[in-house]
């Protein structure tokens, strides 16, 4: 049991003095290397430059940015955030951010004022408002129908549902300037 109140009260030392660095505050271990920087716990960054952050919980990012991968194990919420590729097992919230890669997500997506690269999402709904995006994957699930919900938003490619039963909502001034594989249209 002292083992346990030691092994405690180095993990607390840890994570007081990252949470006393300017702009980071970590509710968990970090672990930094020149090529990757990695977060055990939740984290709330700003105004920082990575080559790839991987964060295993919740992640609150705010003018950061990721030159590589950026992995998120839990929620992301981002603003103002410049990514390459990005992977996250959690419920997307991102506003005012450019991703210029492949985004990959297994969870709900918002995204609000975005420009997207390539989207491939795995969950019942993504909803983007005043977005560009190239293209855009829905992966199976076991989701009866997959909403793709489009508000001001122009996709330049595709739409693609793997399932086959999927619907895009279209509101405002939204346009899809590629086809719609496997889905259906509602105005």
Not at 22 to 40: A, P, W
Not at 165 to 172: A, I, N, P
């Amino acid at each position: 049991m002292k083992r346990f109140y030691s092994f405690l009260s180095i993990i607390t030392i840890l994570c007081c003095s990252a949470c006393k660095e300017k702009d980071k505050q970590v509710f968990g271990i970090m672990h930094e290397t020149d090529q990757e920087t990695v977060v055990h716990g939740s984290t709330n960054l700003e105004h920082q430059l990575y080559k790839s952050l991987t964060i295993n919980g919740k992640a609150d990012l705010e003018d950061i940015k990721v030159t590589n991968n950026l992995i998120v194990k839990g929620a992301l919420e981002a603003e103002d955030c410049i990514f390459n590729n990005v992977t996250v097992h959690g419920k997307v919230s991102v506003e005012d951010t450019k991703v210029s890669g492949v985004m990959k997500i297994l969870g709900t997506a918002d995204f609000e004022e975005c420009d997207l690269q390539h989207v491939e999402i795995a969950s019942k709904e993504i909803e983007l408002e005043e977005c560009n995006v190239t293209s855009i994957v829905v992966k199976e699930t076991s989701d009866n129908q997959q909403l793709v919900i489009l508000d001001d938003t122009s996709v330049s490619g595709n739409i693609t549902f793997e399932k086959g039963d999927g619907l895009v909502e279209v509101k405002g001034t939204s346009e899809v300037k590629g086809k719609i594989i496997g889905g259906s249209v509602k105005k």
